[in-house]
């Protein structure tokens, strides 16, 4: 396994996450024990999850919160590894049908925080994550609430998750003039058929030294070498089965070209974020130990430049702003 410092703290993280969010929906309790012994034994250190994670994620749903923190907290406990991981976990999505059971309010934070130390089995969060931007709550309170964790040792390092580029810098700046640290990665949609953060977000992370850390490495599926499947009737869901038709002719270029490399596509989809120095840990999120193992491929993986420009072709970027539609 590779490690990497989390953006410009000290603290030292695989080069691969693991993402629990199937954990409780769609994986079981046994085979998630079976994938953390397996990613530990690989050298994983990172273990993402969030508080919403193993259910629906509504709170139309009485079932599934927490579900996945639950999971991890029994393992951390049996196994004896809390010391050994790199804890990571969220709060912003509602946790119930109250007006304060969610957002970043100081109410909420203090709560859902505590309810994550419980559901975790831990004392203590090593990456606590604003799961997304609240324009409702004053940054102030956000970093008033964020000091007091750290002074608590509840939590250690504070990060971003689904912001904008101004939101990173604003939340930054209101950081540094209270002689914080601030945000310390930034989790964002990131792959080759999605690559809309590289216009502004990319560079906002560039600029203040902030960890990028991809969720969906492998768009959801899309990029998880299905094509060819789609063909054949299998069923999919409405959002892959759309994107299956708009990218279909790049997707056909795609996988030819990963036939061409002899690898599968979501091993080539990973491996061209780790080249990425931007780029501190995709958060693969597998539902079975054998994707896992597929996923470790992509560390070993070295993309020529001529293959990194064929994958551009394919799959354009936006550009960085504004040098992408101004001088």
Request: net charge negative.
């Amino acid at each position: 396994m590779k490690y990497t410092k989390l953006g410009r703290t000290g603290l030292k993280v695989s080069k691969l996450a693991l993402g629990t969010m199937n954990f409780g929906e769609l994986t079981s309790k046994e085979e998630a024990f079976k994938i953390m012994d397996k990613a530990v034994e690989a050298g994983i250190n990172f273990f993402d999850t969030a508080d919403v994670y193993g259910g629906p994620q509504s709170p139309d749903m009485e079932q599934g919160f927490g579900t996945s923190e639950e999971i991890v907290g029994k393992w951390l406990k049996q196994s004896g590894k809390r010391n050994e991981i790199v804890l990571s976990t969220k709060a912003y999505q509602p946790m119930g049908k109250g007006p304060n059971d969610r957002g970043l309010s100081a109410y909420h934070i203090k709560r859902a925080v505590e309810a994550s130390l419980q559901r975790l089995q831990t004392d203590h969060i090593d990456i606590y994550h604003m799961h997304h931007i609240d324009r409702t709550t004053p940054w102030e309170e956000v970093w008033q609430s964020m000091e007091k964790l750290i002074n608590e040792d509840k939590i250690s390092y504070v990060a971003s998750s689904n912001f904008a580029g101004w939101d990173i810098a604003t939340a930054q700046n209101i950081a540094q003039s209270r002689n914080l640290l601030g945000i310390a990665s930034e989790q964002s949609l990131y792959n080759l058929s999605n690559r809309a953060i590289e216009s502004e977000v990319i560079p906002a992370l560039r600029y203040y030294n902030i960890g990028l850390t991809p969720w969906s490495p492998i768009g959801m599926g899309l990029l998880g070498g299905s094509f060819d499947e789609s063909q054949k009737g299998r069923r999919l869901s409405g959002q892959l089965e759309s994107g299956f038709e708009k990218h279909k002719e790049q997707l056909k270029k795609y996988e030819k070209l990963c036939k061409q490399l002899n690898e599968e596509p979501a091993v080539i989809a990973l491996a061209w974020l780790l080249h990425n120095p931007i780029v501190t840990s995709p958060i693969i999120g597998p539902r079975t130990v054998k994707q896992l193992e597929t996923s470790l491929r992509a560390l070993e993986i070295e993309l020529s430049e001529e293959t990194l420009r064929e994958l551009d072709e394919i799959w354009p970027g936006p550009g960085e702003a504004p040098y992408s539609y101004a001088w």
